[in-house]
Structures are given as C-alpha cells and as structure tokens.
Nanobody, 125 residues
C-alpha cells in the first residue's frame, strides 16, 4: 500500500511562514512525480506546486515567488516552504504522489496516484 502523510500545517498571521512536509511510503520515491494541492472552503481543489522525478518544478501563479517546493529523495520526503502567507492561502493542503505501477513496492497493475489526508493551513489577517 502506498501512503503519503502531510504535516506542518497550522495557524499563522499574514506575512508569516510555514513549511509543510509530505512523507511517502510503499513506493520507490525517486520514481514518483510529487505535488501539493489545496482546497479552500467552497472551492475546487487546485494545484499549488509540483516537482517531477528530475526536479523540475511548477507553481500556480498566485504562489510564485512566495512558495518553494523541494524533495529529499534519500528521506522520501517532499516539502513546501511557504513564505509571505496571505489570508487567501487558507486551505487544506494535500500531498499527491504519481508514479508508474512498477514504482509500487506492492504488486499492482495500476498507476500509482496516492493522496494524503490533508493538513489545514489558516492565515489570519
């Protein structure tokens, strides 16, 4: 079974910083494309930042210059450093891992697409 678990959320004032972590297990991490997504109340889940197996990153426009995604392949962990937080960044943040089936440690014929349970980030004004 593939599992991804987020941590690091919390309550912070506008202008503050938080670092989210996503720990992955049950898969070969280095073969996985990883991403952070968020969902605010009443809104659809949106992509925040992604990082490929080769380290290529992409960000949604609203977080460019403020958020940094990174990964530590030796520890099977992905991070999201969030600086200059705004009230509109308030959301539940989710970690996602996507990988070919052969990246799963348990046998499967299906492509890996694993989601965490989410971590709440609240930014007060």
């Amino acid at each position: 079974q593939v599992h991804v678990v987020e941590s690091g959320g919390g309550l912070v004032q506008a202008g503050g910083s938080l670092r989210l972590s996503c720990s992955a297990s049950g898969l070969i991490f280095i073969l996985s494309d990883m991403g952070w997504y968020r969902q605010a109340p009443g809104k659809q889940r949106e992509s925040v930042a992604t990082i490929t197996t080769g380290g290529t990153t992409a960000y949604t426009d609203s977080v460019k210059g403020r958020f940094t995604i990174s990964r530590d392949n030796a520890k099977n962990i992905m991070y999201l450093q969030m600086n200059s937080l705004l009230p509109e960044d308030t959301a539940v943040y989710y970690c996602n891992a996507e990988a070919p089936a052969y990246a799963s440690i348990s046998y499967t014929q299906d492509r890996v697409n694993a989601w965490g349970q989410g971590t709440q980030v609240t930014v007060s004004s």
